[in-house]
């Protein structure tokens, strides 16, 4: 299957994906401050969670902002990715759900901030996704789960919309291309490895 498309539409798509994500941005900020949650100081850096990642339109801008950074930054990262790929391997041989540093994390900082992926901007507020399988609630970081043991106002984030626009965008990436745009379910260590169509 080709995973190739015309740069005019993926130029197109990753610019409406750019605005997205503002919006994705500001909605967790104003879903964060609501319930009190600040991740400054925090010691239990959700980049070592293990997370998949499932569209091609993600993947494209995630490699937008690797194709950006300096050689030198990108091989050190790209090596990182290889070990974590690997730790995970063996993370899943014993039995285990692997809890390793992402690949991009520098001391706490993300390497690709204004390119991290969807999952990485809306993890830390309780949402919720209403679909074809009813409503799914997610409990948010552990940080915020505290948070909201403490205070039961605190009101899930709906991310339903977002959600929506990223699949229109996936799409309309995909174009007049026959079925569906394949589901990617890569970590982003993978993702870093390989180009959509390698
Ligand atoms: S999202 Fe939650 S776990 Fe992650 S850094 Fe922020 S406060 Fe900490
Ligand atoms: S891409 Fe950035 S925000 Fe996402 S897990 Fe990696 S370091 Fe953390």
């Known amino acids: 299957m080709s995973l190739s498309f015309p740069a005019s539409r993926r130029r197109t798509v990753l610019a409406k994906l750019a605005t997205l994500y503002a919006d994705m941005d500001a ?36 490699h937008k902002g690797l194709d950006a950074l300096p050689d030198e930054r990108r091989e050190r990262y790209l090596e990182r990715a290889r070990e974590y790929v690997a730790g995970v391997r063996e993370a899943v041989a014993r039995g285990e759900t692997p809890r ?62 977002l959600l929506r626009r990223l699949a229109g965008l996936e799409m309309e990436l995909w174009g007049g291309k026959a079925g569906r745009p394949p589901k990617v379910d890569m970590t982003l260590a993978e993702m870093m490895l390989r180009r959509p169509g390698e």
Not at 130 to 135: D, F, H, S, T, Y
């Open 27 to 62: 909605a967790y900020t104003a879903a964060a401050a609501a319930a009190g949650l600040s991740c400054a100081g925090c010691a239990e850096n959700c980049c070592v969670s293990f997370f998949q990642h499932h569209t091609l339109v993600e993947w494209l801008y995630l």
């Open 100 to 161: 390793i540093m992402c690949p991009l994390n520098d001391e706490g900082l993300c390497g690709v901030y204004d390119h991290r992926l969807m999952i990485c901007r809306l993890h830390g507020v309780p949402n919720v996704l209403i679909g074809g399988m009813g409503v799914r609630e997610f409990p948010g970081c552990g940080p915020c789960q505290r948070l909201a043991e403490a205070n039961p106002n605190i009101k899930a984030m709906d991310r339903t919309p």
